[in-house]
Structures are given as structure tokens and as C-alpha cells.
């Protein structure tokens, strides 16, 4: 089972500068999506740095004897390491940061793909898309998630509470927090779909389903859901990456 997949961002139409980044391994190992966050190009340098360490640790590491896990917190750790060395050399960026989601592809002794490891920091999101279904595969690093998780606010009122945005961990701070990784399988026809908070935050989950099983192929399926959620607003930079297999 080999994959196929395409990426696309876009600024959004609201905001002056792009500060998504995002990464597709040209032997379709691994993909990164970070979304940057700090005043002027700070955000714009923080997704950067934190997509090109990712890149760099799990391109060093895949054929290594490390476990996917264990490769990911590491490449994670280097991401979140080089921002704050970063930010030492760049002291006016010191409050720069970002998301970072990652999938590290894993195959038998045959050379299909048959795991798929998931790795999350902060609210950009991992969806697995499976006979029809969508199912949110990463948890958001979110106040409102917290709250929702602790039954102090209805799920229903997430979406417009003024609070959402509020990160509770990101790549770019001393005391980082504990990544989440996890480890899932893959079955012919399952779609991945890794994206910022521009997509999720303007299209519900069932209109991101709807398209990814309308559209023919992953270049199809990037485009349209960039069109619509520039359609829905465009308030935020908004960066695509799905993994068809």
C-alpha cells in the first residue's frame, strides 16, 4: 500500500502574512504542518524553524534503531530547542512560537505502509478519514479543550468561545509539555489529513468530509478545501496536507 498526497497554504484573506509552514518528504515518509505565532514575522520564523528541525531529525533518524516514538519526541524536543536558541540570538522574537503536527509513516518488511504515527503540539489537528467517517485523531491544546475534557463547557459552545485560540502548550517554551504521539493502523482507502486551525476553524467536520469523499485526487482535495474555507471567511492562514492511501 503506497501513498499518494499533495499540500497546499494559503495567507488567508484577512491576514498580511502567511505564518503556516508546512513539509511533504519527497518518498512520502513523513509530513509536517506547524502554524507560527508572534508580532510582526515572528510567527512566520517560529513555524519555519520548527517544520526544518522536524524535517531534519526525522530525515536523519528514519532508518535508524530508534522506535517512530521515540523519533518523533525526539524531532519535537530539536524543534522546540532551535526556537528557543533562536529566540536567545533574536531576543525580540522571544515570545515567537508554534503548533506542530507530524505523521511518520512506517512499513512492514515488504515496504507497505501498515502503521501510521501521529505526533501533536498546540491546536493544529490530524484527522483519519475511513469509510465515510472523520475522526479527530489529535487532542487540541487548548484552554476550551481542557474545559471541555474537565465537563466545565459544553462541547456545543466551543466553537465560538472567545477563548479558543488560548494555547495550553506550543513548540518554543521552556516547559514545552508532554507531546502527544500515537500509533494507528491503515486500511486501503484511508485518508490523513493534517491541517492548521485556518481549515478547521472555518469548515465543521462534516464539510471536510464531504469533500475529501467527493474529491477525486489529493492535488483536487487540498485546492477545494482552501477554496471553501476562504469562501467561510479566510480569517487565518490556512495549510492543507493530505496522505491518501
Known sequence: MKPAFAGQTDKGLIRAVNQDAYHIDDAGRFFIVADGMG???AGQDASRIAKDAICHYLDLGYNC???PATLLKKAFLGANKAIMEDQLVHPENADMGTTAVAILLQPGSD???RQVWCANLGDSR???FRDGTLEQVTEDDTWVAQAIKAGVLPAEEAREHPWR???SQCLGREDMGELEIRG???LPGDQFLLCSDGLSEELTDDRIAAELAASKDCD???TRLIEIAKAEGGRDNITVVLVKF
Open 184 to 186: 494507528l493502523d491503515v
Open 111 to 113: 515496504g507497505d505502509i
Open 165 to 167: 485560540h488560548v494555547l
Open 65 to 67: 534503531d530508534d522506535q
Open 126 to 128: 490530524i484527522y483519519r
Open 220 to 222: 483536487e482535495a487540498t
Open 39 to 41: 508580532g510582526h514575522a
